[in-house]
Nanobody, 122 residues
Framework: QVQLVESGGGLVQAGGSLRLSCAASGRTFSSYAMGWFRQAPGKEREFVATISWSGGTTYYVDSVKGRFTISRDNAKNTVYLQMNSLKPEDTAVYYC???????????????WGQGTQVTVSS
């Protein structure tokens, strides 16, 4: 089992940047694929990005390609989401999640953090 804690959210102006971090507990972090998801008020939780256990494979939703970068440091049990050129429509609660397989589907992720709020003002 793995426990996840996100940090790094906040309020930023459009065009700005934030870096989210997700710290994982447990010795098996490096065996999990990791994902970032987000949920805006009144909307379903949606996939943002995923990274393989080794960090060698990444995948993004089209709306963040070229702006967001997912990475991981297995020595620190941490996964990151660098968000640049932020837009008001990126406003949401951002969640990290762990999966044995990795995919864009929430059902594939049994472990979730509590979320961190990102607000982008226009």
């Amino acid at each position: 089992q793995v426990q996840l804690v996100e940090s790094g959210g906040g309020l930023v102006q459009a065009g700005g940047s934030l870096r989210l971090s997700c710290a994982a507990s447990g010795r098996t972090f490096s065996s999990y694929a990791m994902g970032w998801f987000r949920q805006a008020p009144g909307k379903e939780r949606e996939f943002v990005a995923t990274i393989s256990w080794s960090g060698g494979t990444t995948y993004y939703v089209d709306s963040v390609k070229g702006r967001f970068t997912i990475s991981r440091d297995n020595a620190k049990n941490t996964v990151y989401l660098q968000m640049n050129s932020l837009k008001p429509e990126d406003t949401a609660v951002y969640y990290c999640a762990a999966s044995t397989g990795g995919s864009p589907y929430t059902k594939s992720y049994p472990y979730w953090g509590q979320g961190t709020q990102v607000t982008v003002s226009s």
